[in-house]
């Protein structure tokens, strides 16, 4: 029996390594000569470099780049079947910041630039920058300067380090110091969300607070965006802040694309390609996946979402194992889901379930392949 463990992290209680362990133990606990195949999954977003890494035998590299507040500090990033994988969260992530520290009035992207070029240094055309965790909100300007962008004031002068409370002093740019060698690389940007840059469902006002914007910060943030766009599309010849994602990550994504030719993608498709899932799974008897929690967006472009449509295109069985099943969690089903399983046996709270995730994650392993134990004796 080959079984595949393709889950993703439960965030805020497990890792999608420590999913893979816990429900590897139970599957060979009664299926003791099983093949197991693990494939930790991320759909760009934290712990995305290390399970695609791990997934596609892959090696990490590590590097020197700038924090948010633009100090040196060292992180990773990954090469997996020949392309960069890049994680936001590695250098210009809320996790490098105490709470004091988070402002997105003075946070920098210029890190995830430094890592950027690095990758074109040692080699890499093929780029995927996962932009999940972000600490900041400058439109991806700090980015694009450590490429070589260049911001200059309506008096000439150029602005040393760019953040968010710079983008309302840009007057115009200077490309002709902008790194060449993004003429000819792929960068694939991972993004599942699609607010566009501005407005009330954008950058600012959908993620700035969770960095440390207060009403205050962010109303200067948003008339800095608005200025911002202005430069952005004037460049691109076109509309490109109001392209779905455009203000994710604080709006990298769509400084990216204008400057950098990058392109939007789906997470979860570009991990399981890049990972070559669909070669993995070839054969497979069964395919046990998870989130934290599964519900109507689970049917829309997340793990659950991704893994599914690959083992319905090669007619495998899917079990989801879930910290809860929400509202909606039945639009999964006509995806290639066969059932879910919950983790908490009983009624309980959000808090217990997250101390006690790894103790319940075994149980409702277990309870998934007794059931099966049950159907193949039967069979």
């Given at each position: 029996?080959?079984?595949?463990?393709?889950?993703?992290?439960?965030?805020?209680?497990?890792?999608?390594?420590?999913?893979?362990?816990?429900?590897?133990?139970?599957?060979?606990?009664?299926?003791?000569?099983?093949?197991?195949?693990?494939v930790p999954i991320a759909d760009g977003g934290d712990g995305t470099v290390e399970a695609i890494v791990h997934a596609s035998d892959g090696r990490t590299i590590t590097a020197q780049?700038?924090?948010?507040?633009?100090?040196?500090?060292?992180?990773?990033?990954?090469?997996?079947?020949?392309?960069?994988?890049?994680?936001?969260?590695?250098?210009?992530?809320?996790?490098?910041?105490?709470?004091?520290?988070?402002?997105?009035?003075?946070?920098?992207?210029?890190?995830t630039g430094d890592l950027i070029k690095e990758a074109l240094d040692s080699g890499f055309t093929n780029i995927y920058l996962g932009i999940g965790g972000s600490a900041t909100n400058?439109?991806?300007?700090?980015?694009?300067?450590?490429?070589?962008?260049?911001?200059?004031?309506?008096?000439?002068?150029?602005?040393?380090?760019?953040?968010?409370?710079?983008?309302?002093?840009?007057?115009?740019?200077?490309?002709?110091?902008?790194?060449?060698?993004?003429?000819?690389?792929?960068?694939?940007?991972?993004?599942?969300?699609?607010?566009?840059?501005?407005?009330?469902?954008?950058?600012?006002?959908?993620?700035?607070?969770?960095?440390?914007?207060?009403?205050?910060?962010?109303?200067?943030?948003?008339?800095?965006?608005?200025?911002?766009?202005?430069?952005?599309?004037?460049?691109?010849?076109?509309?490109?802040?109001?392209?779905?994602?455009?203000?994710?990550?604080?709006?990298?994504?769509?400084?990216?694309?204008?400057?950098?030719?990058?392109?939007?993608?789906?997470?979860?498709?570009?991990?399981?390609?890049?990972?070559?899932?669909?070669?993995?799974?070839?054969?497979?008897?069964?395919?046990?996946?998870?989130?934290?929690?599964?519900?109507?967006?689970?049917?829309?472009?997340?793990?659950?979402?991704?893994?599914?449509?690959?083992?319905?295109?090669?007619?495998?069985?899917?079990?989801?194992?879930?910290?809860?099943?929400?509202?909606?969690?039945?639009?999964?089903?006509?995806?290639?889901?066969?059932?879910?399983?919950?983790?908490?046996?009983?009624?309980?709270?959000?808090?217990?379930?997250?101390?006690?995730?790894?103790?319940?994650?075994?149980?409702?392993?277990?309870?998934?392949?007794?059931?099966?134990?049950i159907g193949k004796d039967i069979k």
């Amino acid at each position: 029996m080959k079984i595949i463990i393709a889950p993703d992290s439960f965030k805020g209680s497990l890792s999608s390594m420590q999913v893979i362990a816990g429900v590897k133990q139970s599957a060979l606990s009664i299926f003791p000569s099983a093949q197991i195949v693990e494939v930790p999954i991320a759909d760009g977003g934290d712990g995305t470099v290390e399970a695609i890494v791990h997934a596609s035998d892959g090696r990490t590299i590590t590097a020197q780049a700038h924090d948010p507040l633009g100090r040196v500090i060292d992180c990773i990033y990954g090469d997996a079947n020949g392309a960069a994988i890049i994680g936001m969260s590695e250098c210009s992530g809320m996790a490098l910041l105490s709470e004091q520290e988070r402002n997105p009035l003075i946070t920098s992207t210029h890190g995830t630039g430094d890592l950027i070029k690095e990758a074109l240094d040692s080699g890499f055309t093929n780029i995927y920058l996962g932009i999940g965790g972000s600490a900041t909100n400058d439109a991806g300007s700090g980015a694009l300067q450590a490429l070589g962008l260049r911001y200059l004031r309506a008096n000439g002068s150029e602005i040393a380090r760019m953040c968010g409370q710079e983008l309302a002093s840009v007057a115009r740019v200077d490309d002709s110091e902008l790194d060449p060698r993004l003429k000819t690389t792929n960068i694939s940007i991972m993004c599942d969300v699609t607010n566009p840059l501005t407005g009330k469902n954008g950058a600012t006002y959908i993620y700035g607070p969770q960095k440390g914007g207060t009403p205050k910060r962010l109303e200067q943030l948003e008339a800095g965006m608005k200025s911002f766009e202005f430069i952005l599309n004037d460049y691109a010849k076109k509309d490109v802040t109001t392209l779905p994602g455009a203000g994710a990550a604080g709006g990298i994504g769509c400084g990216l694309v204008c400057f950098a030719g990058a392109v939007l993608t789906s997470g979860i498709d570009a991990v399981l390609e890049l990972v070559k899932f669909d070669e993995l799974i070839e054969r497979a008897d069964l395919i046990v996946t998870g989130e934290g929690q599964v519900d109507a967006q689970s049917a829309s472009g997340k793990v659950v979402h991704g893994v599914a449509n690959y083992a319905k295109a090669q007619d495998i069985p899917v079990v989801v194992i879930a910290g809860s099943i929400g509202s909606g969690a039945q639009a999964v089903y006509p995806l290639g889901v066969n059932t879910l399983i919950a983790l908490p046996e009983s009624p309980t709270t959000l808090q217990d379930c997250i101390q006690n995730a790894s103790a319940l994650l075994a149980k409702a392993a277990d309870r998934v392949f007794s059931l099966l134990k049950i159907g193949k004796d039967i069979k």
